[in-house]
Each structure stands twice: as structure tokens, then as C-alpha cells.
């Protein structure tokens, strides 16, 4: 099935320039990588004569999407591979690693109650070894802990009903703040009340899909745009200013991929949705500013892949640098190499962390209180590979309220 509404025909603008290859951290760790060019236009136009021209080589491109940052011809580079992997990959039937990984609402559902146990049990390693052999999810690669109450139940117990602001935003929380780091969505709402903003949940809402695509389930990835479109809709129907989102990629997936999953172009609500550090800059420039006490700790901030892409990057900076006391240290523009649940199969587990090696490098030699980042699974690659804590953006400005 293909992911867009309308077939891409983006490569028909390539230039041969070759500007995205430079920029691709696959290719500079795996020489039997061909290359965005090759694996995007330049192979499009041959699969489209014939399937057999597929290169299985595909497979390791992560999708960070840092090829089409450097393409000046607007090629959907990485939109035209992972289409290509689920329409003529061999790849494709089903596979329990992939369903397991990509499913992240399903899974933190049935760890509800059994979170410690769970927890426990994927540290051991009887049970990695079993994952690593069954199921082929690396030994070495350490699981994100989920929490003992997922962030809806917090907020059903603690704050439904109870908000009274003549402003509202709606906030789409994703499945990593809900089953594994609720603190972030309580950090979002307290800084937003500071601001004299409400927080409501969307009535309901799934993963946003971008492991799903990543893992090839496009037609379920498609089902959860239009489910979470309509829950999008109801909200803005319903009062709230916009939508928000403290996950980089979700926030991409939302805003950018919907519109063309859907083909839905005039109209759509797609654009009500923001990333948080979007939001918070023009309240800030608009003088909605709350009072902020210096926080003296020297960080590194660490742009993630899908940010760059969405040109979100500025905020998050512009952002941080209003928080009083902090230093401020932008890390070099490295993929963590981790790209969603790619760095968990124990065929890119070495990959993975090859091309994360200059920007690990890099935080143990900066000697930094935390590294700051949007993303959550470059938090779980950088926890892992490092002896640094991260820490969200929004999480660092909750610590400056003057409250
Ligand atoms: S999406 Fe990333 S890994 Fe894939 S070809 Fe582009 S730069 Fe390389
Ligand atoms: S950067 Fe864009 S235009 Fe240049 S080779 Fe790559 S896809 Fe083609």
C-alpha cells in the first residue's frame, strides 16, 4: 500500500547534484550503502520499469530525513525509499519483531498494572538473550522503563475538569509520555498554567505512526491519521487555540506527513498542530512570559534529526536561551543513529551506534550537567551510550518557574 495519497513524483526534480549523499549518516559508517541519490530518485526510476531493480541494500536507510534538509530540490528522498521498502520489499510479510516494535500504544496497554514486572524482566538476561535470538531485537540494547501510571490516568485523577483558563490548548501527548515518561507531560502543563494557558487531551488519541511506517504497516499507520485527525478536529471544534505536541517527530508526523497520507491539502487542521517549542516562543514573543529563576547548569543541546527537518530547531534554541543562568552549548549536528526502533534490530544494532559515535564522543568530552533534546528516542540513545541524563526542553524551563 502506498503511503501517500498521490503517488510521489518529487524525483522527477532531482538535479544529480549530489548534495544529499554528503549528508547521509548511513552511507558514511556502511559502504554497502548506495546513497539517498541511488536509493531514492536514481532508483525510483528504475523500480518504476521493473521490481527487480529493488536494491535490498534499502533496508538501512534510518529515515532521518537529513537528505531531503540538504536536497535543493525539494525530493522527498527518505518519503521515496520507505515507501519503496513497503511496495516491493521481500521484507514485508509479517514479522513479530516488527509488530512488537512498531505497535507502542498496544504494547504500554498491556504492561498497564505490570509495569515493574516488566521492567524488571527485560533487564535480565535470560530475557535478552531470548529476545535477541526469537525475535532478533538486539541483546545489547537497553528498553526504555515504563511508568507504574500512564499520563492519561495521572491527568483523569489529578486535572480533568478541574482547569479553569480562559485560553485552552489541546495536547496530544504520544505513547512515550503516556507509558514511559509522564513527568514531561506533567512539566508541559505546569509551565503552560504559568502561562495562564489550560491543557485539555484530546478525547482520544493513537500512536501517531511513525513507527508503524517505519516497520512497513502503512495501512494501519493511515488508520491512526485519520483517527487522530478527527480527534484533532473535535478539539479545535471544541475551543481549544491549537494542538501541541512535546515529541519532535510526532509533531512532524502530525503536521507535515498527515496532510499527504490523507490528501487532504485546503482546510485541513493539520496546521493547528504545533510543536511545543513553536508555541511557547511566540507566546513568549508576545509577551506571555512567565517569571523565570536562573537555572546555573551548563548544557548540550542536541538537535534531533526530524526538528532539522521541520526547521524547529531555532525555537527549541531561541527558547532555552530565555532561561536565565543556563549555558548553553550547541552540540555539532550528528544523528544519534538510533532512528525510532531501527537501532533495537541486531542487524543495525552496529550501525546504529557507529553513526552516534562523534556525537557520544562529543558529550562525554563536554562534561555537561545534561544534555538537552526533543526526542525521545535520541534521550534512550544517548542515556544508553553515555553517562549523560536528558533532559526535554520543557521539563528544563519547568525547573526556572518562579513558582
Ligand atoms: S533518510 Fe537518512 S539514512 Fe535514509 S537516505 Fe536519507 S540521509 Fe540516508
Ligand atoms: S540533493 Fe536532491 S537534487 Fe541533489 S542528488 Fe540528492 S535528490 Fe537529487
Avoid at 547534484?17 to 547521509?24: D, G, Q
Avoid at 514486572?117 to 537497553?142: C, E, P, S, W, Y
Avoid at 507531560?185 to 501517531?208: F, H, S, Y
Avoid at 542515556?383 to 524551563?397: F, G
Amino acid at each position: 500500500m502506498n503511503l501517500f495519497k498521490d503517488s510521489d513524483r518529487s524525483f522527477d526534480s532531482c538535479l544529480k547534484c549530489t548534495a544529499c549523499s554528503s549528508r547521509c549518516p548511513v552511507a558514511s559508517v556502511r559502504p554497502d550503502f548506495p546513497g539517498p541519490k541511488q536509493c531514492g530518485p536514481d532508483g525510483e526510476r528504475l523500480r518504476l520499469k521493473s521490481p527487480d531493480f529493488l536494491d535490498e541494500a534499502l533496508k538501512y536507510c534510518t529515515g532521518c530525513k537529513r537528505c531531503e534538509v540538504a536536497c535543493p530540490s525539494d525530493v522527498h528522498i527518505s518519503d521515496i525509499i520507505a515507501d519503496a521498502k513497503a511496495r516491493y520489499g521481500k521484507g514485508n510479510k509479517f514479522k513479530i519483531r516488527e509488530f512488537l516494535l512498531s505497535h507502542t500504544d498496544l504494547m504500554g496497554t498491556m504492561t498497564r498494572g505490570t509495569a515493574p514486572i516488566v521492567n524488571a524482566v527485560t533487564k535480565t538476561k535470560t530475557a535478552k538473550v531470548v529476545m535477541h535470538k526469537a525475535l532478533g531485537i538486539d541483546q545489547r540494547r537497553q528498553f526504555p522503563p515504563y511508568a507504574h501510571k500512564s499520563f492519561r490516568s495521572w491527568y483523569k485523577a489529578e486535572l480533568e475538569d478541574k482547569q479553569v483558563f480562559a485560553r485552552n490548548v489541546s495536547y496530544f501527548h504520544g505513547c512515550f509520555v503516556n507509558y514511559n515518561l509522564p513527568e514531561l507531560g506533567i512539566d508541559t502543563i505546569k509551565v503552560l498554567n504559568a502561562m495562564n494557558i489550560g491543557v485539555q487531551l484530546l478525547k482520544k488519541e493513537k500512536c501517531c505512526g511513525v513507527p508503524l511506517v517505519a516497520n512497513g504497516f502503512h495501512k494501519k499507520a493511515k488508520a491512526n491519521a485519520r483517527f487522530n485527525t478527527d480527534s484533532i478536529e473535535q478539539a479545535i471544534d471544541s475551543g481549544s487555540e491549537c494542538v501541541i505536541s512535546t515529541s519532535s517527530s510526532c509533531a512532524f508526523m502530525l503536521r507535515e506527513d498527515y496532510p499527504r497520507m490523507l490528501g487532504e491539502t485546503e482546510g485541513n487542521p493539520h496546521q493547528q498542530v504545533n510543536y511545543i517549542t513553536r508555541f511557547l516562543t511566540q507566546e513568549f514573543k508576545n509577551g506571555n512570559k512567565p517569571e523565570l529563576k536562573p537555572v546555573n547548569l551548563r548544557v548540550g543541546y542536541h538537535s534531533p534529526c526530524h526538528l532539522i527537518r521541520s526547521g524547529g530547531v531555532l525555537h527549541t534554541l531561541s527558547l532555552l536561551r530565555e532561561i536565565p543562568g543556563l549555558q548553553l552549548h550547541q552540540l555539532e549536528s550528528n544523528c544519534c543513529g538510533i532512528a525510532g526502533t531501527y537501532g533495537f534490530k541486531k542487524e543495525n544494532y552496529n550501525t546504529s551506534q557507529d553513526i552516534g559515535e562523534p556525537l557520544f564522543h562529543q558529550i562525554e568530552e563536554g562534561e555537561f550537567d545534561y544534555i538537552v533534546t526533543d526526542c525521545e528516542t535520541c534521550k534512550m540513545q544517548i542515556e544508553m551510550s553515555t553517562s549523560a541524563e536528558v533532559i526535554h526542553p520543557v521539563s528544563l524551563l519547568a525547573r526556572a518557574l518562579d513558582v
